[in-house]
């Protein structure tokens, strides 16, 4: 009986977490990232008053984050950014400096955001649900088309959602795992997002279904959620595929291509997000890994600004994004390769259970919230025994050993036999 309320109280505290991400989705969509109701406002080019904010707030989230009480102010700012964008449309003579505000305060609020998803029972699929009904609250948005007097006191309203949810602790950690990735995804989101906010303002205007985009977006997390979870790498090599695919609609752009690309551009980003975000939100020290890695993602588009004013933006995209797409991802491939083979020597033989017992408590996972057979497992992948071994030692299947060692990555906040071998090696250091 009481398992059962632990259990109801979990899943509160999951829906919490994602309907908070799912109001930062909708809001930033709707509003801030070159939103639809924000270019009837503004044009394009107060895009940047956003931008640069953003990123820069981002990088000090991580910098400073563990300096200060971040439970605090990340809440704080939540509500800064909440009670700005109620008033920002009745305040026509400072948007501008509303919205330079508006982007530091809520690259603190996301980057809390990924420290209360850190918290759930499962964070990818939790992102992914957070972010696919962000997408679903945007398209009912569009279908109403509230006036801005009203749509932008709800938008700040529905940001309030990350007040309740639980924020739990964090402590910095390594980011070796993550610090490799973030070339991939600088290169990435200077493509993609830079085309994404160029490409927007035609496709608002030219779109056949307004907000069916949304669904190419959707599809996208949930199927990249899936494949995440086989294997972090194969959402990054679809989304990069999809990419290369966007671009190259802008051969000859017209209405059905500009259509074609948003719904391409959309797939791609779905993808990549989730692998950011799984990326982002492992491990004790969401904070710097969010805030670095929601920094450089940023960083590409903030980077790319100058083509947004050029009239020329689809020749540009489209002579080098083919190019950079495709050198990123054979340069991925190399570079993974190379980093399997040390995987694949990197082992802890003879662990001593006893140190075992007191890493794992020491990185807030303690023996006791180990099944026997969880308990098992880890020591054996940690003394080098393949997933096939694994299964032959103890008279189980090789599914059922996957099973097993998914629970253990993730109550011990990794992803990967490589992220595991460096966690409890750093930690027996």
Not at 162 to 191: G, M, N, S
Not at 209 to 232: C, D, N, T
Not at 237 to 253: C, E, T
Request: proline share 5%.
């Amino acid at each position: 009986m009481g398992e059962g309320r632990n259990k109801n109280f979990s899943f509160r505290q999951d829906w919490w977490s994602i309907l908070a991400l799912a109001a930062y989705d909708l809001w930033l969509l709707a509003f801030p990232l070159q939103g639809y109701f924000f270019l009837k406002i503004n044009g394009p080019k107060n895009f940047s008053w956003f931008i640069i904010p953003h990123t820069t707030g981002f990088f000090l989230a991580a910098w400073f984050g563990h300096r200060i009480n971040f439970r605090k102010v990340s809440l704080w700012a939540g509500v800064l950014t909440s009670l700005l964008t109620m008033f920002y449309p009745f305040l026509p003579y400072v948007q501008n400096y509303l919205l330079a505000f508006i982007g530091v305060a809520s690259a603190l609020l996301i980057v809390r955001i990924g420290c209360l998803l850190r918290c759930t029972r499962d964070p990818v699929i939790s992102s992914a649900l957070g972010l696919a009904l962000g997408n679903v609250l945007l398209g009912i948005t569009l279908w109403i088309d509230p006036p801005k007097e009203v749509l932008f006191p709800l938008l700040g309203i529905f940001l309030l959602s990350q007040v309740p949810a639980p924020f739990y602790p964090q402590r910095q950690e390594p980011l070796k795992d993550l610090l490799r990735y973030l070339p991939f995804i600088f290169v990435f989101y200077l493509l993609i997002g830079t085309f994404y906010v160029c490409l927007m303002p035609f496709y608002v205007k030219y779109c056949y279904f307004s907000g069916s985009e949304l669904l190419f977006y959707i599809g996208a997390v949930l199927s990249s959620a899936y494949l995440f979870r086989k294997k972090p790498d194969y959402s990054l090599v679809v989304g990069v595929g999809m990419g290369i695919f966007a671009v190259s609609f802008l051969h000859s752009f017209t209405r059905l291509t500009s259509n074609l690309a948003m719904f391409a551009v959309q797939a791609a980003a779905g993808f990549i997000d989730i692998f950011c975000f799984g990326l982002f939100i492992r491990g004790q020290d969401v904070i710097r890994r969010f805030g670095f890695g929601a920094g450089t993602m940023l960083a590409g588009p903030m980077v790319g600004l100058p083509v947004l004013y050029t009239k020329q933006w689809p020749l540009l995209l489209c002579i080098g994004g083919n190019i950079v797409l495709g050198l990123g991802l054979l340069l991925f491939y190399f570079v993974q390769t190379a980093v399997r083979g040390k995987e694949k020597a990197s082992v802890l033989p003879n662990i001593d259970e006893v140190r075992l017992a007191e890493t794992c408590r020491n990185l807030g996972t303690p023996r006791e919230l180990f099944s026997y057979r969880e308990w098992e497992i880890l020591k054996l992948i940690l003394s080098g025994k393949t997933i096939r071994e694994i299964a032959s030692l103890l008279n189980l299947s090789e599914s059922s050993v996957k099973t097993y060692l998914q629970r253990v990555y993730r109550k011990l906040g990794v992803s990967s036999k490589r992220e595991l071998l460096q966690k409890i090696s750093a930690s027996l250091q």
